[in-house]
């Protein structure tokens, strides 16, 4: 199949390491999460190395792993754009 080296697929483009995309950009982002028991909006970063705990009700939110953070089963979150 022809691949213009000019145009790169975008799906293909995301697949690739960070560092060899014809564009670099981050595999990191914030997000908004949504705390299952007050219903509040904490916003954490993907990648985070500490446990997060929401500031109303201290419940737990996430925690983290070697990448990016764990949610718990009951939280929902939405990627913020820049």
């Known amino acids: ?9 975008q799906e293909n ?3 690739q390491n960070k560092l060899k995309r014809l564009i ?6 914030f997000m908004d999460v949504k ?3 007050c219903l509040s909006l ?3 970063f993907s990648h985070s190395q500490t446990l997060i ?3 109303k009700c201290s419940t737990l939110l996430c925690e983290p792993t070697g ?3 764990r949610l718990n089963q009951a939280c929902l979150y ?3 754009n820049n």
């Open 67 to 69: 990448g990016k953070v």
């Open 42 to 44: 904490t916003t954490i």
């Open 35 to 37: 705390c299952p028991g």
């Open 13 to 15: 483009q995301k697949a």
């Open 78 to 80: 939405y990627q913020k």
């Open 1 to 9: 199949m022809y691949e213009d080296i000019n145009f790169p697929n």
């Open 53 to 55: 705990k929401c500031e």
């Open 24 to 29: 670099p950009s981050p595999n990191s982002y």
